[in-house]
């Protein structure tokens, strides 16, 4: 059982306020949600929606069904979204908001408190008990809610869609959140950055987290800026990242070749949205791939992951500093606007220790780029003993001194690439669904992982054969990832939010799999399931 | 230590008497060698790192700032120092060069100013004089020059100075100073390029150059001072304020986050959202 609400208004009526504020009980009381928005680039007036799935059992993705409650705070949700409502759903209409809001003016002197009063309303929509509802509620919200149950009982509203709250033990999360969370648990301290949508989020969790904890934000004059701080800060010995979108990554990629060139790790992750240029700011895409794959002149060994799922998410943000430092590459972490600003709950089993670098010391010989059999040369850090720590964006010789010696450069250039041997053995497999012998695989990379998976159950509940697979780690891609599944017999479709089927390309360029049809969505919004749901059920006959 | 001859710069280049005076002035200095560390660009300049014996991180053009704020941010316990030239600090580098002054860390900038881009072979920099003419600009120099000790003392930088390398005494107590000052503290240190800058040369600057003997304490006098330029050059340390503070930078290096730390995270998740 489910039940799906939007809310529409303009930017600036306290939107994110109702969202906030429903999750965190929602969460509190333990039920099943997930929530996403849609919003435009602009702080007043416009439309923005919230979507928000409430269930009896876990949900990771948008359902696409009609909606069984549409709330109107301006006049073009009744154009937008009243259409897609259920038959006997609610709607309440931008006349009956107003009239909330002219409740909540009388009573609490306040308009603002009307917010809180919808939030009471769809809780008691569900059937929520105001007892635990208030009990769950921050300081005196409680008044406010219950406000909002009072007009949900009074418009006979009350208990309409019945939902039991049966989620356990959780933590809740939106996508940049368990970035952050992810990062600050492996060991990240440090954190340079620019404003940017969908990235500045992480920024926010980190600089708040230095309040209390040894951790540092700097906010850069710009991107260029942001880089190279994260690599002068890796370099004197603190784990380090930027988080950005396209346009700010475009700034960076010289400092990804220096990350490259002078084996400093650095941990960059990139919030996907609609490009090019500024693009659609505040939407989603997963059109970065193969600019992600090529940045930075020159040729070095980079991981890139593109985690599906919050407890992936937190996993790979977590030992993508480990990894960044064991070969002393960039990693890349891509995420998008869609999973940035989706919230849901995941069963609580994070850990909470925290990783740490190492802090080997060397004496006086110490040569920051000793060449060595497997092409890593001893790390450390500058001051910790008479060892000269020594980095340069020339072509250098061992001790880190600019060479032009050729022989020299090709030895380099086959240490810094030997690297890609390792890899090769040291990678996140893809999670796969379904069914082993079923003749099609539907292929996933990043965020439509689990909007994949819950299509592929309800395909393979009407008794079809289908499996899925989904790729967390899209570089580099080897035949050993993909060994076990024999992708080479299957017919293969691939879903992706970009219109160049990035991902089928890469699938050929590197492991010559041929990919039969291309899902693709590009016009700056998710997959619900019901959307794809369709469009493979028609691929799959 | 690298012979002369290795190290890549013309006979006569201005940045032999500055990397002599530096390494007498680092060895002078109380901080041991260990502990100092070098950010540098790219350029003839910024291979002064490569010439000493120091911790550097050679980095990209005009980038030798932002590598420094990351590593002082880092370990506030290191010596930091940003040593570039004129195109790297100012031009290619001008962004990080204001925001940097503004960031008011204990970092030395360190600008080896010639005035010129010599290691791409003779086309103007943003100190370049105006009417100068080059392979890029046949008919003169039609830019204004930028001002670095004008426009720093704008910025708010505490400590602000020029000097000459053929002036080596005062050069080494200027950057002495300079590196030991509480703040940030910028160096432009004319610098003559023997091979590419035939109007700025030794004997020009000789003929212009007179000493400051002491800061200026009007800030706004001191932008005055610091915007002399052709006949008279004043050398020195044009201002000084002692009473600005720098930022305080919380320790993080080797320090633990520890688990509760990350149960109050899990526990605030939700306030982290307003």
């Not at chain 1, 954190?191 to 209390?212: E, K, N, Q, R, V």
């Not at chain 1, 380090?240 to 990629?253: D, I, P």
């Not at chain 1, 060595?372 to 790390?379: A, K, N, V």
């Not at chain 2, 053009?61 to 932002?66: D, E, F, W």
Request: aromatic content about 8%.
């Amino acid at each position: 059982m489910e039940f799906n609400v939007v809310i529409g208004g303009e930017a600036g009526q306290g939107l994110f306020s109702v969202e906030i504020g429903l999750t965190e009980i929602l969460s509190r009381l333990n039920y099943y949600f997930f929530a996403t928005k849609n919003y435009m680039s602009r702080i007043r007036g416009g439309h923005n929606f919230h979507m928000i799935r409430i269930s009896d059992q876990p949900v990771h993705a948008l359902s696409g069904l009609k909606w069984d409650m549409v709330i109107a705070l301006d006049g073009e949700t009744e154009g937008r979204h009243r259409p897609d409502l259920r038959d006997d759903g609610i709607y309440l209409s931008r006349e009956l908001t107003k009239e909330i809001e002219k409740e909540a003016q009388e009573t609490f002197q306040d308009i603002r408190y009307a917010n809180t009063m919808l939030v009471g309303c769809v809780l008691a929509v569900i059937g929520a008990s105001l007892e635990k509802v208030i009990e769950a509620a921050e300081n005196e919200t409680g008044q406010y809610l219950k406000k909002g149950f009072d007009y949900a009982l009074r418009s006979n509203l009350a208990g309409k869609y019945p939902l039991q709250p049966v989620a356990g033990d959780h933590c809740k999360f939106d996508g940049n959140q368990a970035i952050a969370l992810g990062a600050i648990l492996g060991g990240c301290q440090f954190m340079a950055g620019y404003p940017m949508t969908p990235a500045t989020s992480i920024m926010h969790y980190f600089s708040t987290a230095a309040l209390t904890m040894p951790v540092h934000f700097e906010q850069a004059e710009d991107e260029i800026s942001a880089i190279n701080m994260a690599l002068g800060a890796s370099y004197a010995g603190v784990r380090s990242m930027v988080a950005t979108s396209g346009g700010g990554f475009a700034l960076m990629q010289e400092g990804v070749s220096l990350a490259g060139m002078t084996e400093t790790p650095v941990v960059i992750v990139l919030g996907q949205r609609p490009g090019p240029a500024t693009g659609l700011p505040t939407r989603t895409e997963q059109g970065e791939l193969n600019l992600v794959i090529h940045a930075g002149h020159g040729e070095f060994p980079r991981i890139i992951f593109a985690p599906g799922s919050i407890d992936e998410t937190i996993a790979v943000a977590r030992k993508s500093f480990a990894l960044a430092d064991r070969y002393q590459i960039p990693v890349f972490i891509l995420t998008d606007q869609y999973f940035a600003d989706s919230i849901q709950i995941v069963d609580d089993d994070i850990p909470k220790e925290c990783l740490s670098r190492e802090y080997p010391v060397f004496d006086i010989t110490y040569k920051r780029y000793t060449l060595t059999e497997d092409g890593i040369s001893p790390l450390t850090y500058p001051g910790l003993s008479d060892a000269r720590v020594r980095l340069d964006s020339d072509e250098h010789d061992e001790d880190g001194k600019i060479t032009e010696d050729l022989g020299l450069r090709v030895r380099m250039v086959d240490k810094r690439l030997k690297k890609f041997a390792m890899l090769a053995r040291d990678f996140m497999p893809p999670t796969f669904y379904g069914d082993r012998n079923a003749s099609s695989v539907i292929i996933s990379w990043g965020s439509n992982k689990l909007i994949v998976k819950e299509a592929l159950e309800k395909i393979i509940n009407e008794g079809k054969s289908a499996s899925a697979l989904h790729f967390g780690q899209v570089y580099p891609l080897t035949a050993a990832m993909v060994a076990p599944y024999g992708l080479e017999a299957k017919r293969l479709i691939c879903v992706e939010n970009n219109a160049g089927g990035q991902f089928a390309g890469l699938l050929k360029r590197e492991l010559g799999l041929n990919v039969a049809h291309s899902v693709l969505k590009y016009n700056g919004e998710c997959f619900t399931v019901t959307e794809l749901y369709s469009e493979l059920k028609k691929l799959l006959t | 230590m690298l012979k002369r001859t290795d190290m890549a710069w013309c006979p006569g280049c201005g940045n032999f008497p500055i990397r002599d005076v530096l390494e007498q002035a680092l060895q002078e200095l109380s901080s041991p060698m260990k502990d100092i560390v070098f950010t540098s660009g790219i350029g003839q300049a910024a291979k002064m790192p490569h010439y000493l014996d120091v911790n550097y991180m050679n980095g990209l053009h005009g980038r030798a700032l932002p590598l420094a704020v990351g590593i002082k941010l880092a370990r506030p316990d290191l010596t930091v120092i940003a040593y570039s030239g004129d195109g790297c600090n100012y031009g290619e580098g001008g962004n990080h060069f204001i925001h940097t002054i503004r960031r008011r860390l204990d970092i030395t900038i360190l600008t080896s100013n010639n005035q010129v881009y010599s290691l791409t072979k003779g086309q103007s920099s943003p100190t370049t004089d105006p009417s100068v003419k080059n392979d890029l600009s046949p008919r003169g120099n039609e830019n204004i020059p930028l001002n670095p000790i004008a426009l720093a003392i704008t910025m708010g930088a505490p400590f602000v100075a020029r000097c000459f390398a053929s002036e080596r005494d005062h050069m080494k107590e200027i950057i002495k100073e300079a590196i030991l000052f509480k703040g940030t503290a910028l160096v432009d240190i004319l610098q003559p390029c023997v091979t590419f800058n035939k109007t700025n040369t030794y004997d020009w600057l000789r003929e212009r150059v007179f000493k400051i003997d002491k800061p200026i304490e009007d800030r706004y006098e001191a932008i005055k001072t610091a915007e002399l330029w052709g006949d008279r050059i004043p050398i020195g340390v044009i201002y000084k304020n002692d009473a600005a503070h720098c930022r305080e930078i919380k320790k993080i290096f080797r320090e633990r986050i520890r688990e509760e730390d990350i149960e109050n995270q899990l526990d605030m998740r939700c306030v982290m959202m307003r």
